[in-house]
């Protein structure tokens, strides 16, 4: 009798300037729900929707309504900085997979996760939140060696995760930006401070592999100094963590499709070369790859924008 219940959150971005909040601030809405306002970086972003959905798994739209309702709500408990639909630059929705219960709204639906285990022996594990995946794998590992110990005798061995630290992690993060900062203007130019924390968020101490990585290939004069870190950040991306596309690298891996989406657009083109070259794209397989980047960079603000605006690249090198 049990099933998915999906629903779907939307988060949508505008510049800090609009809302210059210093810290994250959680608020009740008109309907009894909670929003979110969190600053990062140069932007703000607030969440999050939630109603019900039926429809495509992949890619859920974000649509006018939903960016309205957060609107509404920022205005309510921020009087004093009137968001308006221009101010919005960019936005996401996702699908949370929560257990269906009879009779209960959306936001009334336990995030809870459960595990739940078929006639076959089969184990499975569903709703729960993507910010708890740790926690959930440790609870089905436990159960899976406590079943083992019982059915063979095999030795119960707790699951370790708690203490296991994320690749990056180990390493404090003053010790860390102390190193960047090693590395000099000379990388990341007047704003170092910034690009450096920003590296270390999203790779820890893996950062100074990509501030290594970036003054070498200064050094070789494949790219100037501007484009570097971004470069090296590719490759490492496309080595460590499978990376393979421009949409992969610039959504999933770094977020600057909904955290810099404007700044993109001024050197997108000379990226786009050498990613294309790094990678050994055919000219045929760089346009299918900008093709896609420009669908995602209008989906982020399609609910305003009615005509696509296109990210011109240059002739591929090949050519």
């Known amino acids: 009798g049990k099933r998915l219940h ?32 969190i600053p990062r970086d140069s932007v703000t972003y607030i969440g999050t929707t939630d109603t019900d959905y039926e429809g495509p798994l992949t890619d859920p739209p974000v649509l006018l309504a939903d960016v309205e309702y957060l609107l509404h709500a920022v205005r309510q408990m921020f009087p004093s900085c009137p968001l308006q639909l221009s101010d919005v630059c960019s936005s996401w929705a996702g699908l949370r997979p929560l257990i269906h219960e009879e009779g209960k709204a959306p936001s009334e639906l336990s995030r809870k996760d459960e595990v739940l285990i078929a006639p076959s022996g089969l184990m499975s594990i569903a709703g729960g939140k993507l910010t708890g995946y740790r926690k959930m794998a440790e609870r089905v590992v436990d159960r899976v060696m406590r079943q083992l110990e019982a059915e063979d005798g095999l030795p119960f061995q707790p699951s ?56 070498e290939r200064v050094q070789e004069g494949s790219v100037s100094a501007q484009l ?9 991306t496309v080595n460590e963590e499978m990376s393979s596309s421009l949409c992969d690298f610039l959504i999933r891996r770094s977020g600057r499709l909904f955290f810099e989406r404007t700044a993109v657009v001024s050197w997108l083109p000379k990226f786009t070369l050498y990613a294309a070259a790094w990678m050994g794209w055919s000219p045929e397989e760089t346009q299918v790859q900008v093709a896609k980047w420009q669908q995602a960079w ?18 591929h090198p090949s050519t």
């Open 298 to 315: 209008q989906a982020a603000v399609s609910f305003l924008e009615a005509t696509p605006v296109a990210v011109r690249v240059p002739a």
């Open 160 to 215: 370790r995760t708690k203490g296991l630290a994320l690749v990056g992690g180990q390493v404090p993060e003053a010790d860390v930006l102390a190193q960047l900062r090693s590395f000099g203007p000379e990388l990341a130019g007047c704003e170092q401070e910034r690009v450096w924390r920003g590296l270390y968020r999203k790779y820890g101490a893996n950062a100074l592999t990509i501030a290594q990585l970036a003054k």
């Open 6 to 37: 999906l629903t779907k959150g939307v988060h949508i971005v505008v510049q800090r300037a609009k809302l210059p909040v210093r810290h994250a601030v959680y608020f009740d809405t008109d309907d009894g729900r909670m929003v979110f306002v």
């Open 228 to 236: 570097a870190l971004l470069c090296a950040e590719w490759e490492y």
